[in-house]
């Protein structure tokens, strides 16, 4: 079998993989122990995230033409891939937060919704609540007027029963 016969269905994986896809950060994982690497991936695992190692000129050819094309600068030494379909920015806020405690695991850039961020950026995106967090915030924003004015008319009818 010829090597480019063998590399293609890793392209074809990495490409279906990247297709839909909201964001996809790539990560330097150096120097994690197995504990480490077993325990994040449990974590992107329960978030929805695809989490792989894959060969840099695999993902540059799955990548090209499609906006995670941009991400081709960060492709440098070893590099797994982290791919949210659902919540564009678990792969980074899951990354950002296991990095303060694994100091050897870098995030090296990536692309959150058609936008490539550097890894500056990618620490930037790692700050914004996820989907729920802040439909959550603007529900009870909603909510707590309506609660206030129920409190008061209720105080107001109370007061002419007296």
Request: glycine share 6%; hydrophobic share 45%; aromatic share 4%.
């Amino acid at each position: 079998m010829a090597k480019v016969e063998l590399k293609q269905p890793i392209v074809a994986e990495i490409s279906q993989l990247l297709d839909g896809a909201q964001s996809a950060v790539a990560v330097d994982y150096r120097g994690l122990t197995v504990e480490q690497d077993t325990r994040l991936r449990k974590q992107l695992r329960e978030a929805g995230v695809s989490y792989k190692v894959y060969k840099n000129t695999m993902i540059r050819f799955a990548a090209k033409g499609t906006p995670f094309e941009a991400m081709d600068a960060d492709l440098e030494g070893p590099t797994a891939l982290a791919v949210s379909k659902t919540d564009a920015t678990a792969p980074a806020r899951i990354l950002a937060e296991f990095a303060k405690t694994a100091n050897k695991l870098e995030l090296k850039g990536g692309v959150v919704e058609g936008t490539y961020y550097d890894a500056k950026g990618m620490q930037v995106i790692a700050t914004i609540p996820s989907r729920e967090v802040l439909l959550g915030k603007l529900l009870g924003s909603i909510q707590s007027p309506i609660s206030n004015l129920a409190r008061v008319l209720n105080q107001i009818a109370e007061a002419k029963e007296a």
